[in-house]
């Protein structure tokens, strides 16, 4: 069985400054790693994700992870954030095996930027 | 693309009353799952299908929750009946079969038991 915790639950944070959220997880499997982002009344959707190889990976809106194996970690960061980087961000994981992709996931970090 | 669809958006019932979710996949996904999040909480996998068989349901509550996913396609989520911390959203999403790739997510039913 798998478990991720996020270790903030809520991040103030000014505009264009830097953030960083933390999420740690445990399992006895390898497992793959993703980073979720919920808007204000929206759904959930993929913000980045790990599945081998380079071990920093990047979203097109300026956020990057890195996968420290030793660590189990994952974090998330953006070296500045804007208004529209409001909103809550959950860690996930899946195990590396055939019977399918089912997530677990962390208990999510909210993340208010202020003006 | 069309996106997972689910209805409805928002349900108030009373307790021991019964409910219904429905869930419409993106089309050619033939994993979909049913998740529940509480507020405060991270979503909670109550129910993976892969095609119309059931891969995972071990936290499923089968006392009170029913799960189908009839052709292989559109899925509904019964409570019956419902209690007060049955009070959540509930999350669809569909994803392909392969590992690792990514879920698509629905907006949710939010569900208040009162």
């Known amino acids: 069985a798998q478990s991720v915790t996020q270790l903030d639950s809520q991040v103030p944070v000014f505009e264009e400054a830097p953030v960083e959220l933390r999420c740690n997880y445990s399992?006895?499997?390898?497992?793959?790693l993703f980073w979720y982002v919920q808007y204000p009344n929206q759904g959930l959707q993929l913000l980045l994700k790990y599945l081998s190889g380079s071990t920093l990976v990047e979203s097109i809106n300026g956020f990057e992870a890195e996968f420290n194996k030793s660590q189990t970690s994952f974090h998330l960061r953006k070296p500045s954030v804007h208004i529209s980087d409001t909103a809550e961000y959950f860690c996930?994981?899946?195990?590396?095996?055939?019977?399918?992709?089912?997530?677990?996931f962390g208990g999510g970090t909210r993340v208010l930027v202020k003006p | 693309e069309a996106g997972v669809a689910q209805s409805p958006r928002y349900k108030i019932i009373e307790k021991r009353q019964s409910v219904a979710f429905w869930c419409n996949p993106i089309?050619?996904?033939?994993?979909l799952y049913w998740y529940q999040q509480i507020l405060g909480q991270g979503p909670k996998l109550l129910i993976q299908f892969q095609n119309n068989g059931v891969v995972d349901d071990s936290q499923l509550p089968k006392d009170r929750f029913s799960a189908e996913r009839l052709k292989g396609v559109d899925s509904t989520l019964k409570i019956q009946p419902a209690k007060l911390e049955d009070s959540a959203v509930y999350l669809c999403a569909s994803s392909l079969a392969t590992l690792g790739t990514e879920a698509f997510f629905g907006q949710g039913t939010r569900l208040t038991v009162v």
């Open positions: 996930a994981v899946s195990e590396r095996k055939a019977a399918g992709n089912k997530l677990t």
């Open positions: 399992s006895s499997v390898s497992v793959y």
């Open positions: 089309s050619g996904h033939a994993t």
